[in-house]
């Protein structure tokens, strides 16, 4: 009878776990999904609601390291300074990953709809559940 309980609790406990994660995986796309409408719109403020806003925050790209929610919001600014640079954003979701509690990694690609021609590449970011929010604290793109 021990060893009915014991499998049950242990039962339950993985059930919890992956409902768990679910909600996680489902509260991170929805963050991204509310980063592709304000991007879409032009709106990079509102884009960047989703990151850390912390000078700690890392974005990795072709110029290298860049730290910090303001030095990541000026590069966006610079390099998509208008509607016809910034176009419409689509993020295609290949992957995520748990790596503890209350921190994934998704990785997956962007598409860019422009007038001034498309973009397309590969992302990994890293989300933190940081006060009641997920927030990317990490950002590697090409």
Same mark, same amino acid.
């Given at each position: 009878m021990k060893k009915l309980f014991t499998l049950f609790i242990?039962? $339950?406990s993985f059930n919890s776990e992956i409902i768990a994660q679910s909600k996680d995986k489902q509260e991170i796309?929805?963050? +991204? &999904?509310?980063?592709?409408?304000? /991007? #879409?719109?032009?709106?990079?403020? @509102? =884009? +960047?609601?989703? !990151? /850390?806003? #912390?000078d700690s925050l890392k974005f990795y790209g072709s110029n290298g390291i860049?730290?910090? /929610?303001?030095? %990541?919001?000026?590069? !966006? &600014?610079? *390099?998509?300074? %208008?509607?016809d640079h910034s *176009?419409?954003?689509n993020f295609k979701i290949n992957s995520i990953t748990q790596i503890?509690?209350?921190s994934y990694y998704v990785m @997956?690609? !962007?598409?860019?709809t422009r007038k001034i021609g498309n973009a397309n590449g590969v992302f990994m970011i890293i =989300?933190? &559940? $940081?006060n009641g929010? /997920? &927030?990317?604290?990490?950002d590697t793109s090409c």
């Open positions: 242990l039962i $339950i796309i929805a963050v +991204m &999904k509310q980063q592709e409408a304000a /991007w #879409s719109k032009h709106d990079l403020e @509102g =884009f +960047m609601q989703g !990151y /850390w806003k #912390s860049t730290y910090g /929610w303001k030095k %990541t919001l000026d590069n !966006y &600014k610079k *390099g998509y300074p %208008t509607k *176009g419409t954003l503890e509690n209350n @997956g690609e !962007y598409h860019l =989300f933190k &559940k $940081i929010e /997920w &927030k990317i604290i990490a």
